[in-house]
């Protein structure tokens, strides 16, 4: 029999998270089919916000974009092209042991309604500002909380989850990135990002964290990329504790670790990570850094990152030729510079556009999803678990560890305006940083001279 979500189930579901599209919820009743579920709901702008996955299904160009893929365009309804985006596409490149598309669950809109109306004094304010429960949907997605290991045999010990959003890791080399643009060959994203997001209050501190040095492959580097998301957490890095959030922002970012918190990270752990006052943490996060490199996850997420070889300043040209719109880019380039360099974009064949840009907002997906990684000290040696396991010496202990890609949605064909004007944001603001910065330095290096004399 189908399982129907009706209002009151909604006491059973507790505030988990949210990020910008969706929010999440985690299971506290007792149906048997919910227990170790997570549910994800989507989200609706609330009057005069920025719009986000409204559309309720695939647009003409979507579905051209897609095509490859009968499932994904067979479907009327968003949601589940969504789902099937995951299952067929993102799952595949990524490993399926590490991805979970889910599964779709019918809900009424009373179910959603007394939800939102539960979990409303929980969500951030600027969440909440932003958007609330989409109760026009008539179905949630159901997925494992990954949060938590599967029940079994193992309830007595404790689990510890990070959740980590590395975002790009690599840095674009695409002959199209325009000569204004050029800082981004050398520069992250992530980086020149930060610069932008504390000149507008998105955050109060620049991060620490450099992603080059999360997907480097090296020990020691990723190591420091962990201990600098603990130093700034912001939306890139949080730890629950048998599936409660124990650091971090709930719902958005956090400010910058301080002594408080540290002290009361360190004391969270006490349950799950053995060693002396002020030695757990540095455990744990050498334990989270071990885990990312003998994985090797990132290594994979990384070639999908890379789909996007040519960079939003040479896929947009693509994107106006599938959309048969003039391209403004050229437009604002003017004549001369668009027939020396883009020119060639132009001239491809349709279905060589539309894999540049399917394969720019693959890529788009794998650069804005997070990794979640649990751990769970194995007591009796090394037998009979079906997880990898890892030694932490510092604590002279085994942890179980799975690791699961969250957040693989499908990105809006319509976004890559939208992706090329942030860019170009970005870029502007941080070269203006510079150059700034740069006159600075030289005037108070001639004021030095001019007083030496
Ligand atoms: O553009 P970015 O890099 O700022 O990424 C957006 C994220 O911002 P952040 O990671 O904080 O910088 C943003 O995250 P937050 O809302 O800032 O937590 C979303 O993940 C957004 O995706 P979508 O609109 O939900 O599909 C993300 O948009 P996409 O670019 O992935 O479409
Ligand atoms: N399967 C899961 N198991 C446990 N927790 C989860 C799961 N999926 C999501 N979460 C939690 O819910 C939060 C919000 O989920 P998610 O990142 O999917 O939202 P989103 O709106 O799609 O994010 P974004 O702003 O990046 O687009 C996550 O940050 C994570 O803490
Ligand atoms: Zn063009």
Redesign the pocket.
């Known amino acids: 029999m189908e399982v129907i979500l009706e209002k009151k189930d909604a006491g059973d579901w507790i505030y988990?998270?949210?990020?910008?599209?969706?929010?999440?919820l985690?299971y506290n009743g007792s149906t048997p089919a919910f227990i170790g579920k997570?549910m994800?709901l989507q989200?609706a702008p609330v009057n005069g916000s920025k719009s986000m996955n409204s559309p309720t299904a695939l647009t003409v160009h979507e579905r051209l974009l897609w095509k490859d893929t009968e499932d994904i365009v067979a479907t009327s309804n968003k949601e589940l092209a969504c789902q099937l985006f995951v299952k067929h596409i993102m799952s595949p490149l990524l490993g399926s042991t590490y991805v979970?598309s889910?599964m779709r669950v019918p809900a009424s809109k009373e179910f959603l309604e007394s939800v939102e109306k539960n979990i409303i004094s929980q969500r951030p304010a600027s969440r909440v500002d932003a958007a609330k429960v989409d109760t026009q949907c008539d179905s949630v997605l159901l997925?494992?909380?990954?949060?938590?290991f599967p029940r079994g045999t193992h309830e007595v010990e404790p689990c510890i989850?990070v959740?980590i959003?590395p975002k790009c890791g690599f840095l674009p080399s695409s002959k199209f990135i325009d000569e204004g643009n050029a800082i981004k060959r050398s520069i992250t994203r992530f980086q020149m990002h930060q610069a932008l997001k504390l000149h507008q209050g998105e955050v109060s501190e620049y991060s620490e964290y450099n992603p080059l040095d999360m997907f480097s492959g090296s020990k020691d580097r990723i190591h420091n990329a962990i201990r600098d998301l603990f130093s700034t957490p912001q939306?890139n890095f949080?730890v629950?504790l048998n599936?409660s959030?124990i650091f971090g922002g709930l719902?958005g970012g956090a400010d910058s670790t301080n002594f408080v918190t540290r002290g009361k990270f360190e004391d969270a752990l006490k349950c799950v990570i053995q060693g002396g006052d002020g030695l757990r943490t540095m455990s744990f996060l050498q334990l989270v850094a071990e885990t990312v490199h003998n994985s090797g996850v990132l290594d994979q997420l990384l070639e999908v990152q890379k789909l996007d070889n040519l960079d939003i300043d040479g896929a947009i040209h693509a994107y106006y030729d599938i959309v048969s719109e003039p391209c403004m880019v050229c437009r604002a380039f003017g004549k001369e510079k668009m027939s020396q360099r883009y020119l060639s974009l132009h001239s491809i064949s349709l279905d060589e556009s539309l894999k540049i840009v399917k394969d720019f907002l693959i890529a788009a997906t794998a650069k804005?999803?997070?990794l979640?990684i649990s751990f769970r000290p194995r007591k009796d040696g090394n037998t009979g678990s079906p997880y990898n396991n890892l030694y932490l010496e510092p604590s002279n202990q085994f942890f179980d560890y799975k690791v699961?890609f969250?957040?693989l949605?499908l990105k809006q064909l319509k976004k890559m305006e939208e992706y090329y004007e942030l860019d170009k944001k970005i870029v502007t603001y941080y070269n203006r940083m510079v150059e700034t910065e740069e006159r600075q330095k030289k005037n108070t290096s001639t004021m030095a001279l001019k007083t030496a004399n």
């Open positions: 988990r998270g949210e990020g910008a599209a969706n929010l999440v985690g997570v994800r989200k979970d889910g997925m494992s909380d990954h949060s938590l989850s959740e959003k939306n949080r629950f599936g959030q719902g804005d999803c997070s979640m699961n969250i957040d949605d």
